[in-house]
Each structure stands twice: as structure tokens, then as C-alpha cells.
């Protein structure tokens, strides 16, 4: 495999940085909506997260990469007879979903081969098979067709695929992390959607000129010599690495105060988010981002930090509202916070 | 052949998947044919140089099941598309000008990774796709322009407009560039020459880092070119001129002389390097390093289409209204299209006809191929593949030894691609943006514009936006999804002047036969008081203009597209209400602040229909 550019080369992007640190440590806050200019690295963080991942514990074999103490997938569950499966260390998969991709990779249909050679109905799993305890990633997820769309959006929310095919009859789980990159220029994304994010981040340019001429400097080295370079950057994402993992072990320690909480939900209601996905993921993210700066307890800080990419892409849409949801998050964070506590 | 044109021609041989392409606009001819012919001559004769017309599907272009193979051999058979075929060389996309941002975006991903991800019909494969792309522009004006994240991912923004010109210029050998070919990886770059091209881009308001890292590869090139093995400052001079230049948005602070070609406009009307150009003391090099004093705060390419002039800064009204359209009303319109299609009327039988064979696949359905209708292999090879045993057992012997077939397919296992029926919608808007209205009602239409915005984004249809006042119609937003730039287009929209009604029915005529002739349905919505003031030939005066108006309207109406027409004036007009007569609209009125009564109004003619 051709190597990725490291994701601690990346220059400046904290938000969208820290939003992917985020959904590694504690990947029930759901997927990262990255937005922004074009030419500011989107892809190229995503990218980085497979060479950045800790390893993973999963069957062997297992087309669906399960946890060996939680197999749930079709052929684990025929396999096993009470004797447990041999497992060995799996990278993280990131999978991709091109564009151009069709339902029946997606989804997973009649593998054609064994059919037509041998006359044996048997089911080739697909993307989201492979995505299951990884990621799966959409660049221009918002020029995504929207019949692949609406299948997303179900699986997203499920974790589990049906597929319901070609005679075959097959459910798998199917757990991923959904992240999708694109430009708002181009078109936007279903509320429905946008609901499946955890985090949203707007990227931009960078603006002065420091920053852009070391983006340009590694990105040249990069490719001059793409092995020295990761090699170079290899101690930093060592470093980031090892952050995720101890976070993951602090993370169910993290105490989350009441007051936390209830600032939490009101934050919600002042902005009047739909549903309760936002309050829960606030929450989620705000813990995960204690473990991860190794605190014992969720603070005011922590949540502001947070609350931006968690509640941004949930506000409802208000065509006659020109401040950009941003704003309005910041907005009634400042208002919050300035008022008394109860 | 101009001198940049050649050396442009030359640097992308050097590197083509490293520089992504060129962006090619001019006019089909001699220039345009030499120069892919000076192109072809200086790529090495071994790497493929592959056209691509345009809507070439996804199997085509990316790859997928090759059925004459997969039928023969018995087993699925890859067809590689024209992206990984090309793989080491070049594609040319002919009327890239007018390619989707779906198919862009297909382009983009693979100019990005340098391979082509095949996840389609049952394959899953990886394929190099080292490419650098050609796109041929031959947009005629500043609206028909390459998808803007093509153009981003193409060093070269090259524009040949006049005839070819006899010039002696620096011409490059296919063995020089051979050699830079195999020179370019060794290039040295000083930290010095990013700072300075960063620089530039920054002077020049370039906001990608795209450009920049494009002109280092490219100064990369033209040192390799010159046979040097570090860059040295004229390799960068030229970087700038040929990569930079075309995308500045903005002149550079100092010195105040370079650049007079005009002021050279955004990525959508790349100023073209001309010779001129050529001369210039590489002005980005002496630019302030520093950022200019304000941060760029707007897009570059909303900056064109608003142009918005000190006092009319002033005009933006953006009150909003509450004027509550409802969500249904777009929709009712749409099926009053269908329903007005089916008038044998000549020109919408044929758009009609034409959508059930095209636009988005959806399934595939048991059936023959006939009339037109495409056959979907993979789901045909899927009905029949179960029944492969059964069937070969039940070929009578003699067929047997003669030629046993891999496959036997029959009559019930086709299965053709469904398309969706109901092409896209465009809903142009159509704004009243005179003294008249703007006095009165311009803050609330476009109010109710807004939402009107809303209900097409969620139904995912583009819009447009046409304004008029003055003495011309002229569109504000070309069509578009992105809610976003609709928006800001009507909040810069500035009120006063005439009402030239005809015109800007006129303009809207336009607008949906070009809307119609790319597949799509168009629905024209006009937001005004109905007091035209302004005749076709731009001379003031009631009794003309209205007249001029009426005959407008009456065109619309002939071209069967359906519209709306909101009528804004604080007391609903007969002559607004005549002229939704002349032009088949639906006739809406929308009485001050009486939102209440606006609903059941339109609830009222949802229903007639």
C-alpha cells in the first residue's frame, strides 16, 4: 500500500484534528462531518487515521473483522460450536466509498464468481461489511447518489446491515465510524444525514503565510520522499497513538459532573437542536476529550471546546438567520455561561 | 503557437500526474488542435493519451463487469475504464465546460490518490491511475466554466482565444523532455522559493494551497526542463506566471504596475497569461510578503457576480420576511409541469422521452432490452447464474457436443437499468429588485425567496437567480444546489431603478430553455408588483413596457414552462394578475404581512390542481 502522509504532519486544523482523535477514542460519538475550502487537506487527514489507529483484536479470517469476544457476524456465529475462534491483530480498517461505487459493493450481494462457476449461492460482503469497527469514508459526500445515501443512513443508524438480495437473506453487523468530507459549494447534505455525524468541522485555509509555506514545504518533502518523510514523523503519531490508547483506558473514568450535564442540555435547548442526538454526543465528546487531555472530570472547558463541532450541523436550518451556525453556537455559549448557575 | 502555451505544453509532459492538467479554454480549431499535437509529440510515444467525451459513464470511465469476456470465460472479467488505461499518460475531456460536479468529483478523487478505486458490479479492485487530464473549456461565456474543483486540481489554466500566432518561441524536444522526465525527482527546492511562491499566492488572494504546491512542482519542472538541478529563481518566475497568475483573485499590493493586462478576475474568468504577461519582472516574487490589511473574507467567486459598489453596500437589504410560503408549493408546480408536458406540445415531448432512457439509475427490473432500454449484465448474470446446473444438465446432448455455452442465459433472466423518470428541477427565481418593489416589498420577497430556497434544498433541486432592475435583467446565480451562494447572491442584491418586466421575462425564457436542453425541468418563479416601466428597447414609458411584457409573458407560455408569479405590491395588481394570465402561471398574491391568508391561497390553488 502506497503510504499516506502522516497525520501529525498536517499543518494547524486542531478542530478537524481533534474531532478525529475524538470519535478514536470513543467511537460512539459517531462519525466527523469535515467541511471547507478546497485544497486544506480534508482527505489527507482521513487518510493519515489508517496509519494512526492501534491495532485491533479481531477473529481470524472473519470477512467482517469481529471482536472475537462479541462475534455477532453470520459466519462467526455458524463457525463457532462453543470452542472460540483464533483471533490476531488487524489494522483498523478505513474503507473508502468512491463515488462511482454501485449498491451491490456497498451492500454486499451474490458473489458472481462462486455463483457462476460452481453454482454456489454465496454472499460477497461489501463495503460496510468491511467497514464494520472502522471507518468508512466519503470524500464529496455531498455528491453522493442518494439511493447510496439512504441506505447509509439506515445502516448508520442501525449498525447492522440487511441485505435482502438476489434470494439471499443476510444481516451483518455493521458498525463504522462515518466520516465524509466535501465542499458546501457543491451541494448539501440531507438533514437526515447530517444527523449521522457526531462532530462536524469547518476547515479553512490557512491564513498566514508561516503556516502555508510549511504546508507546502511538507507536503513537497512528502512527496520527494514519502519513506524518509513518515519516517521523520514517525515519532509524532507515535506519540498521538499512544494518547488515543491511554485515553480509551481513562475513558470510563471520567467523571461527568451533574452541572455538566445539565449545561449540556441547556446549551441544546437555548439552540433548540432537534432531538436528543446532540445533548448525547455533546456529552460523549466532552468525556472523551477529558480522557484524552487526562483529566479526572468534564469541566465548562471542556464542553465549550467541543460544543461547536457537536452541535453546529444539528441547529435547524434558518434561511433568514445570516450568522453562520458557528456563531449561533458561540453565541449562546457565551450567554450560558455568563449567566448564573443553578 | 504562443510561447507560454508551448512551454505550458512542455512542463506538463515533464510531470503530468504531478500537476494534475491543464484547463484548455478555447474555441475547437487549428490552435487548439496544435497544441494537443505539440502535447502528443513531447509525452513520451509509449504513454497513452486517451480521450474522453463527455457523460461518459461510470463503467466507461472508472470500470466494471466486461460482459462479451465474463460470458465467454464463464467467470466475472474486469473491463478497466479509461481512467486506469490511461494509466502513466494523459486524458483529454472534450466539453469539459459542461461535466457534471458528480463527475468531477470522480476526476478530482482520482488526480488526488493516483488510483482508481473500483467498487462497482462485484469488483473490488485497486488500479494505478497515474493521470494528468486535458480538459478542453469551450465555454463561449463567463457562465459555462469547468466545475471549479476540476479547474482546482489542474496547474495549467491556459486560454487561447485569438488565432494561432507564428512566434518564434522556446520550443522543447521530445528527448529534453524525456530527460526532465527522469531529472524532476532529483530537483532541489530551497525553502526560499515555497516562502516566495506562497508569497505570491497570498499577494495574488489565492486561497488553495492547491496553487502553491502545484507552482512548486511546476518550478520543479521547468528547472528539470532547463536541465538544472536546483530550482533557481527564473524556474520559479515562470511557476508563478503559469500556475499563479491564471487563478489571482485580486492584484498584489505593490509595486502597482504589474498585472495591467486589467485586472485580472477570479477562477472563473482566468485572466490568461499572455505576452504581456510574459514580460512581467515576476511581480509576485517583490510582492509584501505580508498578508494585505484585512483577511479575505469572501469567496473568491461571489466576489464577481455581486461587484457591489460602495453605495450600494447600503442598498443590501436583507430584512427578513415573514412571509410563510409553504413547503408544498414548489411541489404542486412541479406536478402542474407534468401535467402541462403532456400537451403535445413539440419540444417537452422530446425532453420527456429522452428522461425515461437517462438520468440516475435506480435498480434494475426484470425485463427485455427494447426500445432503448439498456440492459443491466450484472443483475441478468446474477437471475441466471442459480440455475447454471440445472440448465446445462437439461441441454439436449447433441447441443452439447457440438459447443457447450459457459453460460446459458435465457429469455427470463433479463434485467434492464431503471432510470429515475422525473428529471432534475431548476427553479429559477426571477427577483423584482426596481424602486417600485424594493420601496415596498423587495426586504420581504426576499424573505419569501429564501424559503422558497429552503423547500428546493430539501428537495434537492438547484436554483437560479435572476434580478432585474434598472434597465436589464441579469442573472445573479447561474444554477446551483448550494443553498449557501443563493443566499449570499440575494443578500448583495441591491433595490432601485425601472421595472424592465420584459426583459426579465425574456432572461427567464433563456434561462429555462438552457436549464431544458441540459435534461432538466424548469419552473419559473416571478417575484414583482407587475409594474413594468421599462419596454424591451430600454425606453421608459407604462403603455410600452406593459405591452412588451405581456408579449414576453406569451412567449414563456408558449415554451410550456411553468411558473409562478408572486405578486409583491402592498395591494394585489390587476395588471400583476394579467400578466400570470398572459404567461399560464399561477397567480399568488402576497398581501402585507397576511401570511394566514397567503397559506389557504396557496392551498387553495394547490388544490385546483
Given at each position: 500500500m502506497a503510504l499516506t502522509f502522516p497525520?501529525?504532519?498536517?499543518?494547524?486544523?486542531d478542530d478537524m484534528k481533534l474531532a478525529i482523535v475524538l470519535t478514536a477514542i470513543d467511537p460512539t460519538i459517531g462519525g466527523v462531518l469535515v467541511f471547507g475550502?478546497?485544497?486544506?487537506?480534508k482527505s489527507t487527514a482521513v487518510r493519515a487515521l489508517a496509519a494512526l489507529l492501534p491495532k485491533m483484536r479481531a477473529v481470524k479470517g472473519c470477512r467482517y473483522g469481529c471482536d472475537p469476544d462479541a462475534a455477532r457476524c453470520p459466519d462467526c456465529l455458524a463457525a463457532t460450536s462453543g470452542k472460540a475462534r483464533a483471533s490476531e491483530l488487524v489494522g483498523v480498517p478505513v474503507v473508502d466509498l468512491p463515488l462511482g461505487a454501485t449498491e451491490d459493493r456497498v451492500v454486499g450481494a451474490l458473489d458472481l464468481e462462486r455463483a457462476l462457476s460452481q453454482g454456489v449461492k454465496a454472499f460477497e460482503p461489501g463495503l460496510l461489511a468491511r467497514a464494520n469497527r472502522g471507518y468508512l469514508y466519503i470524500d464529496e459526500?455531498?455528491?453522493?447518489?442518494d439511493h447510496l445515501v439512504d441506505l447509509l443512513i439506515d445502516v448508520a443508524a442501525s449498525g447492522e446491515n440487511v441485505v435482502e438480495r438476489e434470494g439471499l437473506s443476510v444481516r451483518h453487523p455493521a458498525r463504522f465510524v462515518l466520516i465524509g468530507s466535501g465542499n458546501p459549494e457543491e451541494g448539501e447534505l440531507r438533514p437526515q444525514l447530517l444527523d449521522r455525524f457526531g462532530l462536524s468541522v469547518e476547515v479553512k485555509t490557512p491564513s498566514t503565510l508561516e503556516e502555508r509555506v510549511e504546508v507546502v514545504k511538507r507536503r513537497d518533502a512528502f512527496e520527494q520522499d514519502p519513506q524518509a518523510f513518515t519516517e521523520q514523523w514517525k515519532k509524532e503519531d507515535d506519540k498521538v497513538r499512544k494518547g488515543i490508547v491511554a485515553g480509551r483506558k481513562r475513558l470510563g473514568d471520567v467523571h461527568i459532573p451533574d452541572s455538566a450535564r445539565s449545561f449540556a442540555a441547556q446549551l441544546c435547548m437555548s439552540l433548540g437542536t432537534d432531538g436528543l442526538r446532540g445533548d448525547l454526543t455533546l456529552v460523549r465528546a466532552t468525556r472523551a476529550l477529558a480522557a484524552w487531555q487526562g483529566d479526572k472530570s468534564v469541566t465548562q472547558v471542556h464542553l465549550q471546546r467541543v460544543a461547536p463541532s457537536a452541535l453546529r450541523h444539528r441547529?435547524?436550518?434558518?434561511?433568514?438567520?445570516?450568522?453562520?451556525s458557528s456563531t449561533r453556537v458561540e453565541r449562546a455559549l457565551a450567554e450560558l455561561a455568563s449567566a448564573p448557575q443553578k | 503557437m504562443q510561447g507560454d502555451a508551448a512551454t505550458i505544453a512542455a512542463l506538463f509532459a515533464v510531470d503530468p500526474a504531478g500537476l494534475g492538467g491543464v484547463a484548455l479554454r478555447a474555441p475547437a480549431g487549428a490552435a487548439r488542435d496544435e497544441w494537443l499535437t505539440l502535447l502528443r509529440t513531447l509525452l513520451p510515444a509509449d504513454s497513452p493519451m486517451r480521450r474522453v467525451p463527455l457523460n461518459t459513464g461510470d463503467t466507461a470511465l472508472l470500470g466494471g463487469l466486461d460482459l462479451g469476456a465474463t460470458l465467454q470465460a464463464g467467470r466475472p472479467v474486469a473491463l478497466h475504464g479509461l481512467l486506469a488505461q490511461a494509466d502513466g499518460g494523459v486524458l483529454v475531456l472534450a466539453m469539459?465546460?459542461?461535466?457534471t460536479v458528480g463527475a468531477a468529483a470522480r476526476f478530482g478523487s482520482v488526480l488526488d490518490s493516483g488510483q482508481v478505486l473500483l467498487q462497482r458490479d462485484g469488483l473490488d479492485r485497486v488500479l494505478p491511475a497515474r493521470v494528468g487530464l486535458v480538459a478542453l473549456d469551450e465555454g463561449a461565456?463567463?457562465?459555462?466554466?469547468?466545475p471549479a474543483s476540476l479547474a482546482e486540481r489542474l496547474a495549467f489554466h491556459l486560454r487561447m482565444d485569438g488565432p494561432a500566432e507564428d512566434e518564434e518561441s522556446p520550443a522543447w524536444s521530445a528527448q529534453e523532455v524525456q530527460a526532465a522526465r527522469q531529472r524532476v525527482g532529483q530537483v532541489q527546492m530551497a525553502p526560499a522559493s515555497v516562502q516566495a511562491l506562497c508569497a505570491a499566492a497570498m499577494a495574488l488572494g489565492i486561497d488553495s494551497l492547491r496553487a502553491s504546491l502545484f507552482a512548486a512542482r511546476a518550478a520543479r519542472a521547468a528547472a528539470a526542463l532547463a536541465g538544472c538541478n536546483t530550482v533557481e529563481e527564473e524556474h520559479i518566475a515562470v511557476a508563478a506566471r503559469l500556475v499563479l497568475a491564471p487563478r489571482a483573485t485580486r492584484l498584489p499590493?505593490?509595486?502597482?504596475?504589474?498585472?495591467?493586462?486589467?485586472?485580472?478576475?477570479e477562477e472563473t474568468a482566468p485572466e490568461p497569461p499572455t505576452q504581456n504577461a510574459s514580460e512581467l519582472p515576476d511581480p509576485p516574487l517583490e510582492a509584501p510578503p505580508e498578508a494585505p490589511?484585512?483577511?479575505?473574507?469572501?469567496d473568491s467567486d461571489e466576489a464577481d457576480s455581486l461587484a457591489p459598489d460602495p453605495q450600494e453596500l447600503a442598498e443590501r437589504?436583507?430584512?427578513?420576511?415573514?412571509?410563510a410560503i409553504p413547503a408544498g408549493l414548489l411541489a404542486s408546480l412541479k406536478i402542474g409541469a407534468l401535467q402541462r408536458a403532456?400537451?403535445?406540445?413539440?419540444g417537452s415531448a422530446g425532453a420527456e422521452q429522452k428522461n425515461a432512457l437517462r438520468g440516475r439509475p435506480v435498480g434494475a427490473r426484470k425485463g427485455?432490452?427494447?426500445?432503448g432500454q439498456r440492459i443491466n449484465v450484472l443483475e441478468t448474470l446474477r437471475a441466471a447464474a442459480p440455475w447454471q446446473r440445472l440448465r446445462r444438465s437439461a441441454l439436449p446432448p447433441a447441443a452439447a457436443s457440438v459447443r457447450t455455452p459457459r453460460i446459458v442465459v435465457r429469455k427470463e433472466d433479463f434485467h434492464v437499468t431503471r432510470f429515475r423518470q422525473l428529471g432534475q428541477t431548476t427553479t429559477v427565481f426571477v427577483v423584482d429588485a426596481s424602486g417600485s418593489s424594493a420601496l415596498n416589498r423587495l426586504a420581504e420577497a426576499k424573505g419569501a425567496v429564501e424559503l422558497l430556497l429552503a423547500d428546493c434544498y430539501v428537495r434537492r433541486d438547484s436554483v437560479a437567480v435572476l434580478a432585474f432592475r434598472g434597465k436589464t435583467a441579469e442573472?445573479?446565480?447561474?444554477?446551483?444546489?448550494?443553498l449557501a451562494r443563493a443566499k449570499r447572491s440575494l443578500a448583495g442584491l441591491p433595490g432601485g431603478g425601472g421595472t424592465p418586466l420584459a426583459h426579465a421575462i425574456d432572461g427567464a425564457a433563456a434561462l429555462a430553455g438552457q436549464i431544458r436542453r441540459k435534461g432538466e425541468t424548469p419552473i419559473v418563479v416571478l417575484l414583482t408588483d407587475?409594474?413594468?416601466?421599462?419596454a424591451r428597447d430600454g425606453s421608459p414609458g407604462r403603455g410600452p413596457a406593459a405591452s412588451d411584457a405581456l408579449a414576453a409573458a406569451a412567449q414563456l407560455r408558449a415554451m410550456g414552462v411553468s411558473a409562478l408569479l408572486v405578486d409583491t405590491s402592498p395591494q394585489p395588481q390587476s395588471s400583476a394578475e394579467h400578466l400570470a394570465a398572459a404567461m399560464g402561471a399561477q397567480y399568488l398574491a402576497l398581501p402585507y404581512g397576511g401570511a394566514q391568508s397567503l397559506n389557504q391561497a396557496v392551498r387553495a390553488v394547490a388544490g385546483r390542481n
Open positions: 497525520f501529525s504532519a498536517i499543518v494547524g486544523q475550502d478546497r485544497g486544506t487537506g459526500v455531498n455528491l453522493l447518489e441547529l435547524r436550518r434558518n434561511p433568514l438567520d445570516d450568522a453562520g | 469539459a465546460e459542461r461535466m461565456d463567463a457562465d459555462e466554466q469547468l499590493p505593490a509595486p502597482p504596475e504589474p498585472l495591467d493586462e486589467g485586472p485580472p478576475e490589511d484585512d483577511p479575505k473574507t469572501e437589504v436583507l430584512e427578513a420576511a415573514q412571509a403532456k400537451s403535445p406540445t413539440s427485455e432490452p427494447r426500445a442573472t445573479l446565480l447561474p444554477p446551483t444546489r448550494s407587475g409594474k413594468a416601466n421599462i
